[in-house]
């Protein structure tokens, strides 16, 4: 299996596609970094204008963490557009090499070939989300110095220093069973088509009719909207409230895991039964 997935990922890497995520979050990252080093004091002042009146602010509240939470914010909503540029290519890029005959003949099982596919996107979309990771956190404390964490999403609150890192850790590991649930969808649909293009524009659509169908004031669509997977998506950001809801968060887990399962399943049936000679 190890043979199996150091192949895949080989695969991966040898494809410029692979590398349009890892290029536009840099660009982004440092777009941001340096928009936030000119102005970014301006958005500080402005969020906490009506409370230093009242309360007596302390430390540099403009800092790395800071920067870092607000790039997790702002670019892990655009991942997806990233991820299925690869997870779509998976099987359907096989299908248009026309080499699905090559792998399917060789002496593994099935199984093994469609569970190295998507261990391999799973470790695609944690180099990616480390890649991310690193620029926000690691290169915004050089910049930018540490200090308190100011969130800024549910009210405010302040985060002491030492309590940030492992709401961070948190943050990325929620993150990426997040992504993993829309590469596992992209390799669904490489499983059924023979051009990446189709899984591509199928998981994004999916994507935004869950969306839809979740904003619409219709009870019955209210009813199954805590079992959409995107109701979901965002609840890496729980980590940075205080106190933090680990009930909502393992039940998000929970949820995710089992769309992940649900999708690995049905997608290694297709594989399985899928004719060598088309």
């Keep these: 299996m190890i043979t199996l997935v150091i192949i895949e990922l080989q695969k991966i890497f040898k494809k ?3 590398y349009i995520g890892f ?5 982004l990252a440092i777009i941001v970094q340096l928009a936030l080093y000119f102005t970014g004091q301006k958005l500080i002042d402005s969020q906490l204008k009506n409370f230093e009146q009242t309360f007596i602010m302390v430390g540099n509240l403009f800092n790395g963490y800071f ?3 607000l790039i997790l914010g702002a670019l892990i909503i655009h991942v997806p557009f990233l991820i299925v540029l690869v997870g779509g290519d998976l099987l359907a890029g096989e299908a248009t090499a026309g080499t699905y005959r090559m792998i399917l003949t060789r002496p593994v099982s099935r199984l093994q070939v469609i569970t190295s ?10 180099l990616l989300l480390a890649w991310l990771a690193f620029l926000s956190i690691g290169v915004s404390l050089i910049i930018f110095g540490s200090g308190p964490l100011l969130s800024l999403g549910n009210g405010i609150v302040i985060i002491a ?3 940030i890192l492992w709401r961070f850790l948190g943050a990325y590991a929620f993150a990426a069973l997040s992504m993993t649930t829309v590469i596992c969808f992209a390799i669904l649909f490489s499983s059924l088509v023979q051009n990446a293009i189709g899984p591509i524009v199928s998981t994004m659509a999916v994507i935004f009719v869950f969306l839809i ?3 619409l004031p219709v009870e019955f669509l209210q009813n199954l909207r805590p079992y959409f997977f ?8 729980n980590f940075f409230r205080d106190p ?3 009930s909502e968060i393992l039940k998000s887990t929970w949820i995710l895991l089992a769309h992940i399962a649900g999708l690995y399943l049905i997608t290694t049936y297709i594989f399985i039964k899928k004719d060598i000679l088309s």
């Design 67 to 69: 920067i870092a939470h």
């Design 16 to 18: 410029w596609r692979t």
């Design 23 to 27: 290029i536009a979050i840099g660009l």
């Design 161 to 163: 220093e030492n309590d």
């Design 117 to 126: 596919k998507f261990i391999s996107g799973f470790i695609y979309v944690v």
């Design 230 to 237: 995107t109701s979901h998506m965002l609840q890496w950001d």
């Design 213 to 215: 169908l979740s904003a």
């Design 244 to 246: 933090v809801n680990y």
